[in-house]
């Protein structure tokens, strides 16, 4: 993926599409183009909480840690599937450390709240 340099986007958006991409590494009139990469990450959020009775939210800061992006590639009885990939990647996630704050709430709980009294 690539981005159009800022002044050329904004000037003509329909021109700046219908033109081929230059050579690589040449720059396109007058800037050089910034190329952006996917990077994948992942997290691990712990659903401990909801195991008490009647919780339901979970709130919790979770580190992201950088992952191998997937492809897809068609296997031996001809199906594809999503299989990480081969080139090296940069620890991105690592680097930064990033977080995330995510917050899950439910509408029921998932272990329900005991009774005070036994019921009849």
Partial sequence: ???LPAEEAAADPKAAA???APAK???KGGAATTE???FFGRGWLSFDLL???GSLEV???VFLETCQPMVKKAGDDGVERLVPSEEPFDPIFEQSKTYIYLKLTMS???TPTVAAQPEP
Avoid: N
Wanted: aromatic share 0%; hydrophobic share 25%; glycine share 14%.
């Fill in 1 to 3: 993926m690539k981005l």
């Fill in 18 to 20: 219908g033109k081929g």
């Fill in 25 to 27: 590494g040449a720059p």
């Fill in 36 to 38: 952006m990469k996917p």
């Fill in 51 to 53: 195991q008490q009775p």
């Fill in 59 to 61: 709130k919790q800061r």
């Fill in 108 to 110: 029921e709980p998932v």
